[in-house]
């Protein structure tokens, strides 16, 4: 049995049916409601299951849209046409190694504070790799004349007797007194013998300079 027409109410065959607003329509009988302008299904707008142009659609003042089929229906097509655009761009930008990301002002604010985050690491990073190299090349203090306590005076420089040990300079030194060794790091020291705390005295294989030196300035070898 053919269901009958949505405006005429007669028979609608299958060679001139459209299926619209939940009602069965004759292609000459689907027309606006106001003017009877012919309508097809890519310009109607349904407004109670009545059909109506653009012109003559009716403007209602409320916003609370109700779940009718053709809003469910068109609210089930927009969602589909958003989840197409989705996987469109998605394989538009796949293997880029990026995504479009709209720059925001909340954006930049989590931007800035990942870039400080970044930058206190970078420095706390790089402080602790310096830590053990301050420690590895810093140089003793020079236990010079100027250390000696008030009053005390720096022995004079005496040779040992020779056979001492042999040391080895670690950092360089100018000698600042006619009695001392100027030392350059990696010298050899022959004959080192301990004459007073902070001192030792030895011979300089490079330059053959005999006299006094700071002790923590060489090690043993």
């Known amino acids: 049995m053919n269901p009958p027409c949505g405006r005429c109410n007669k028979p609608v065959y299958p060679t001139e049916k459209i299926n619209c607003l939940d009602k069965y329509w004759h292609k000459g009988c689907f027309s606006c ?16 299951k009545k059909p109506y142009c653009s012109m003559h659609y009716p ?16 609210k089930q097509q927009s969602m589909l046409n958003s989840q197409a655009l989705y996987k469109e761009d998605f394989e538009r930008n796949k293997g880029k190694g990026f995504s479009v990301v709209a720059d925001t002002p909340e954006m930049q604010r989590v931007k800035k504070t990942q870039d400080q985050i970044s930058h206190v690491r970078r420095l706390q990073g790089a402080s602790e790799t310096l830590k053990p190299l301050n420690l590895h090349l810093s140089q003793p203090s020079n236990p010079g004349r100027f250390s000696q306590p008030a009053g005390q005076v720096r022995p004079a420089a005496v040779a040992p007797p020779g056979g001492g040990k042999r040391y080895q300079a670690m950092y360089s030194y100018v ?13 050899l020291i022959l004959d080192v013998e301990p004459i007073d705390e ?21 090690r043993p070898v």
């Open 33 to 48: 409601e106001v003017c009877k302008m012919a309508l097809s299904m890519n310009n109607y707008k349904g407004f109670e």
């Open 198 to 218: 902070g001192w030792v005295f030895g011979c300089n294989q490079r330059t053959g300079q005999r006299g006094m030196l700071p002790a923590n300035y060489v």
């Open 175 to 187: 000698a600042a007194e006619a009695d001392e060794v100027s030392l350059q790091e990696g010298d």
């Open 59 to 74: 403007k209602t003042s409320f916003t609370i849209v109700t779940d009718t089929p053709e809003n469910l229906r068109l």
